[in-house]
């Protein structure tokens, strides 16, 4: 059974790092044809792509927040890691994690989410 | 990039058929066949109910179709049941190499 899980500080303030952990089981991070993706959503609101890597190690990054993101993997730990500079309050969201797939060119398998809001 | 736009709201009686919307560019949706439509209900992550284009994963209702026409991809329900009611969302890869998401449409059940 695929399943991936987030975690991650509930509460970040303004100006800190946020860094999330997407623990992912059931398939390999080394797999050919998967890859990663975090999504958030802001409560009440629609779906945002953030950044995507694949088994090759290729990452891409949402045009208008690259400067603010770095994705990365641990493969030996099934881990892949989201850091998110400078937060604001309007990154205020529930992050997920999603695995692609090449088989269905989509993300196919989601986690539960994880909430993350920024106040001071 | 900016989002997919979707209709905010549609609704159908039980045994009906709706359509949603899901109009790009020629930058993503009309340029690829990777379109995805997917399911969200309240507190949920989101579910995979199609994938480029007019695909339904394995587990997937029959009820559910896509298409696509241009910059304008579709999904269909058909037969409505009150277990559709939800939130639906379409997405594409990008020119750009990135993925883009629709503004959401949430689907009511008369």
């Known amino acids: 059974q695929v399943t991936l899980k987030e975690s991650g500080p509930v509460l970040v303030k303004p100006t800190e790092t946020l860094t999330l952990t997407c623990a992912v089981s059931?398939?390999?991070?080394?797999?050919?044809?998967?890859?990663v993706s975090w999504i958030r959503q802001p409560p009440g609101k629609a779906l945002e792509w953030l950044a995507q890597?694949?088994?090759?190690?290729?990452?891409s990054y949402s045009t208008s927040l690259k400067s603010r993101l770095t994705i990365s993997k641990d493969t030996s730990k099934s881990q892949v890691v989201l850091t998110m500079t400078n937060m604001d309050p309007v990154d205020t969201a529930t992050y997920y994690c999603a695995r692609y797939a090449v088989a269905t060119d989509g993300f196919d398998i989601w986690g539960q989410g994880t909430m993350v809001i920024v106040s001071s | 990039q900016s989002a997919l736009t979707q209709p905010a709201s549609v609704s159908g009686s039980p045994g009906q058929s709706i359509t949603i919307s899901c109009t790009g560019t020629s930058s993503d949706v009309g340029r690829y066949d990777y379109v995805s439509w997917f399911q969200q209900y309240p507190g949920k992550a989101p579910k995979l109910m199609i994938y480029d284009v007019a695909y339904r994963p394995s587990g997937v209702s029959h009820r559910f179709s896509g298409s696509k026409s241009g910059n304008t991809a579709s999904l269909t329900i058909s037969g409505l049941q009150a277990e559709d009611e939800a939130d639906y969302y379409c997405?594409?890869?990008?020119?750009?190499?990135?993925?883009?998401f629709g503004t959401g449409t949430k689907v009511t059940v008369l």
């Open positions: 059931g398939f390999s991070l080394s797999n050919v044809g998967m890859g």
């Open positions: 997405s594409s890869y990008t020119r750009s190499s990135t993925y883009v």
């Open positions: 890597i694949f088994s090759n190690d290729e990452r």
